[in-house]
Structure formats: C-alpha cells, structure tokens
C-alpha cells in the first residue's frame, strides 16, 4: 500500500521569509513518481512538479525547489522569499500503476496549509 | 488554452434528488478521474475511465455513477444526495504514455440541502 505523510498541517510565514513544506512517502513499487499540487482558496489542484523515482536531481524553478532523497523518502519543497500569493493548501502525491494496470493512482498525502502574512 | 472544463461550478440540490456534475477535456488525454474532496481533507478517488474502461474504486458508494460517451466528456451521477455527499467534486484528466501527471479541473462545488 502506498502512504504519503505531510506531518506539518498549518505553515503561517511574514512575507519575504522562506518556507519548507515536508513529505514523506511509503511505496514498495520500485517505479513510482512524485508530485506537488497547489490548491488557492479556489479549490482547483494546480500541478507544480513531477518527479520519477529515478531521477533524484534536485529542481529550482523561480522561487520554488523541490529535494528528492529516496534514501529518507523524501520530497520536500521549499518557497524562497514567500508571497502573499502563495497562501494555499500544497498536496504531495505519489503516483504508482494500479493494480489493474490501467492507468495510475495518485494517493495524496494531507496536505499543509500555508498562510502568508504581509 | 488546452484545459479541463468542470460545469456547473457551484450546484446545489436537495436531499434526495438526482443530480449530474460534468466534466470535459481539450487536452484528448485517455484517462478520467472523478474525485471528492471534503472541506480539510485530501481528495479521494471514485473512480477512473481508462479510454472506455470503467475503474471503480471498491469503497466508491454505489449511490455514485458515471458516464464517459467520448473522449472528451465525463459525467459524475449521484442518484440520491445526502447532506454527506455535499463537498468539491475534482475531474482529472491524464494521457497514459509514461509520465502521467494528472491535471485538474476547477471543480464542482455541491451543496445538498
């Protein structure tokens, strides 16, 4: 079974500071990727990142990065000088063939709540 | 913009009367997902077409259905709300050639009275 932890519920951060939302994933698939998703008060799932499970290079894209450490299972993201703008619920997934074998299941973990204040 | 279409976005019915949400995707991916999401908590997956192929998830109330009659068009069918079935209802759409990213639409949000 596939278990994906975000220990941190809420994040409340000032403005310009920097954040690292942390996740901690279960898989016995040796194939697997991993996700980012942001969600704004408007309730539609934004994709930020995808990451397979054999590629552990680290991403910067603007002020996101994301640290892929299969030794811990770890897939953390960290926002560099935080915007009011970035105040959403941010999910980590992990994504694995279902067993049928049609198509992937993406089991998400609970997701942080990160408030930016000015 | 290539993109996945949810309508209506906001819905509300009563307590026992059918209802349909509706999903559509430009992107000509093969795979749709329906997922609910309660206030506070992940989304959790209903079920999936994969082209025609209907994927139930085994914990999916049989009070839910859908339909797919082409490749661009999914409907979610919930034959008889209860005020526990009120939360955002999410369409995903992904093309199932190796990376798999799914892309969500804006949602549905259902209010049962």
């Known amino acids: 079974a596939q278990k994906v932890t975000q220990a941190q519920t809420e994040i409340s951060v000032v403005e310009k500071e920097d954040v690292t939302l942390d996740c901690v994933y279960e898989?016995?698939?040796?194939?697997?990727?991993l996700f980012w998703y942001k969600q704004p008060p408007s309730g539609e799932l934004v994709f930020l990142i995808r990451r397979n499970s054999f590629d552990e290079q680290n991403e910067i894209s603007g002020r996101y990065s994301w640290n892929f450490q299969k030794s811990t299972s770890s897939f953390n993201f960290t926002i560099t000088a935080s915007q009011v703008v970035d105040s959403a619920v941010y999910f980590c997934a992990l994504s694995v063939r279902f067993s049928s074998g049609s198509a992937r299941q993406l089991t998400f973990g609970s997701g942080t709540q990160l408030t930016v204040l000015p | 913009d290539a993109m996945v279409i949810q309508n209506p976005r906001y819905q509300v019915t009563q307590f026992g009367k059918p209802v349909t949400l509706s999903c559509s995707q430009t992107?000509?991916?093969?795979?749709m997902y329906w997922y609910q999401q309660k206030s506070s908590q992940a989304p959790k997956l209903l079920f999936h077409?994969?082209?025609?192929?209907?994927?139930n998830e085994a914990d999916t109330p049989d009070n839910f259905q859908s339909r797919r009659p082409n490749t661009s068009f999914c409907f979610l069918d919930i034959r008889s709300p209860g005020l526990g079935d009120a939360a955002m209802y999410l369409c995903?759409?992904?093309?199932?050639?190796?990376?798999?990213?799914?892309?969500f639409g804006p949602g549905t949000r259902l209010t049962v009275l």
């Open positions: 992107l000509n991916h093969n795979v």
């Open positions: 077409y994969y082209d025609k192929d209907f994927n």
């Open positions: 898989t016995r698939d040796t194939t697997y990727y």
């Open positions: 995903a759409t992904s093309r199932e050639t190796g990376t798999d990213t799914q892309y």
